[in-house]
């Protein structure tokens, strides 16, 4: 179970939400950061783990993002392709500012620049622009997800590639 109180359900309130890019960090740096945290008793969502079979993914991740405190995007080469991280990093967003301050966001830009972030290089800049053309989305969600990047970027993170080990 990837919380560290095995009687948890959906509604249950959890300390830390991890939002990442599975293919990018999901059996690397997202796994040694999840267990770092279970080890020392912070209750830890990780999709991969507490998701049901038959549940739906959309409407529980919202709810659990919805009851987590504190969020921690791990930025990726391929975050910003991924609909679904570019909408949970746009409730987290959401969700911090409307907290009043009990609820913070603590990025970590993994293989990735703040500039990427901050769509000032074409990395994460052309992703969005991709899923946009391919979905058929609408200027007003493409929108929301940029407004939820510049946000998170103007929080300071940990860039991994400043730290050894």
Request: aromatic share 10%.
């Amino acid at each position: 179970m990837a919380s560290s109180d095995a009687g948890t359900s959906w509604g249950s309130e959890y300390q830390v939400f991890l939002s990442f890019r599975g293919p990018d960090t999901r059996t690397g740096f997202t796994d040694v950061l999840f267990h770092s945290l279970i080890d020392v008793g912070i209750h830890v969502f990780r999709d991969d783990e507490e998701l049901r079979v038959g549940e739906r993914i959309d409407e529980s991740l919202l709810q659990v993002i919805n009851n987590s405190r504190i969020y921690i995007p791990v930025f990726s080469r391929n975050y910003a392709s991924s609909q679904w991280c570019l909408c949970e990093l746009a409730q987290i967003v959401a969700n911090t500012l409307k907290s009043e301050g009990n609820k913070e966001i603590l990025p970590i830009f993994f293989d990735v620049e703040p500039n990427d972030v901050k769509l000032k290089t074409p990395l994460y800049h052309n992703a969005i622009l991709n899923l946009e053309h391919e979905k058929k989305l609408s200027n007003e969600q493409v929108n929301v997800w940029r407004e939820a990047l510049m946000e998170v970027d103007a929080i300071k993170g940990w860039e991994v590639k400043k730290y050894k080990g």
